[in-house]
């Protein structure tokens, strides 16, 4: 039984980052194998947060570069500080209404503690190319067209800082 159980966890963590479930804020099961191809910027959202104004310059990012093949997937987190108290309805009409951002947001998660999301799990377990738990709202962690994690951002890199608009741009021209 325990070796089932191993075998089990390591093969659940071992799953292609593309292939791992999460859901849309309507509720749609879905996986990063939808933006195959796309440059991915996954950010840990809250609305009540010091950081939260990067919205306005996450937002701006995806209108200049989303016709490249850049997309922002924004995951609402209440896991530091209860920043981000409210339903994904609630959610949804703050990103819109206060940030107009267009962007996907979607539905409400954990990025760390024991209600971890397997997404996250594979993005900052043992085995991921940058281990370590998310420390803050909007942590940042880059995905390349070819699916592969390339970067990880603290969260006080703000959308317009350099090194991330680097590491972007070289994702974008790479083929």
């Not at 939260?52 to 990012?61: D, I, M, N, R, V």
């Not at 390339?150 to 972007?168: H, Q, V």
Request: charged letters at 20%; glycine letters at 10%; one cysteine or more.
């Amino acid at each position: 039984m325990t070796a089932l159980l191993l075998f089990s966890v390591f093969t659940a963590t071992a799953a292609p980052l593309g292939e791992i479930p999460f859901r849309t804020m309507e509720g749609k099961e879905t996986t990063l194998k939808e933006y195959a191809g796309k440059v991915v910027l996954l950010v840990n959202v809250a609305s009540r947060c010091g950081n939260t104004p990067q919205y306005a310059g996450l937002e701006k990012l995806y209108q200049e570069l989303g016709p490249q093949g850049f997309v922002i997937l924004g995951f609402p987190c209440n896991d530091f500080g209860t920043q981000e108290p409210g339903s994904n309805e609630e959610i949804k009409a703050f990103c819109s209404s206060k940030y107009a951002v267009t962007f996907p947001i979607l539905e409400k998660i954990h990025v760390k503690g024991p209600e971890q999301t397997p997404l996250y799990g594979a993005l900052t377990g043992p085995h991921a190319k940058f281990p370590g738990d998310v420390t803050w709202n909007f942590g940042k962690f880059l995905i390349g067209r070819n699916g592969e994690v390339t970067a990880r951002f603290s969260p006080a890199t703000k959308p317009e800082n350099a090194e991330l608009l680097s590491a972007i741009n070289a994702e974008l021209k790479a083929k």
